[in-house]
């Protein structure tokens, strides 16, 4: 059975740090593109982050540039997100996704596996 399981989410104040981990199990993922994605209430679920297989590509949403910082370990077949400089607007449930292909993408529809999410407040 195929699984990625988020973890890392919680509270922080504006301008803090939180570490996002993503575990994925039940088949090879070290040569998926992988990404991280958003929803906040009563918006459609949005890009954040992407990577290729070996963090060679590694495109961002244009309101993390600079603070968020996707990477892997294909080792351990685990995502990160390193987000800093937290702002109340980042609030939003956070969700990790794979895509057996070897190029990244921006579009929710183009991955194929996704984790059950995990959530993220940032208090003003």
């Known amino acids: 059975q195929v699984q990625l399981v988020e973890s890392g989410g919680g509270l922080v104040q504006a301008g803090g740090s939180l570490r996002l981990s993503c575990v994925a199990s039940?088949?090879?993922?070290?040569?998926?593109?992988m990404g991280w994605f958003r929803q906040a209430p009563d918006k459609e679920r949005e890009f954040v982050a992407a990577?290729?297989?070996?963090?060679?590509?590694?495109p961002y949403a244009d309101s993390v540039k600079g603070r968020f910082t996707i990477s892997r370990d294909n080792a351990k077949n685990t995502l990160y997100l390193q987000m800093n400089s937290l702002k109340p607007e980042d609030t939003a449930v956070y969700f990790c996704?794979?895509?057996?292909?070897?190029?990244?993408?921006?579009?929710?529809?183009?991955?194929?596996?996704w984790g059950q999410g995990t959530q993220v407040t940032v208090s003003s």
């Open positions: 996704a794979a895509r057996p292909w070897v190029l990244t993408s921006t579009d929710p529809h183009e991955y194929n596996y």
């Open positions: 990577i290729n297989w070996n963090g060679a590509n590694t």
């Open positions: 039940g088949r090879t993922f070290s040569s998926d593109a």
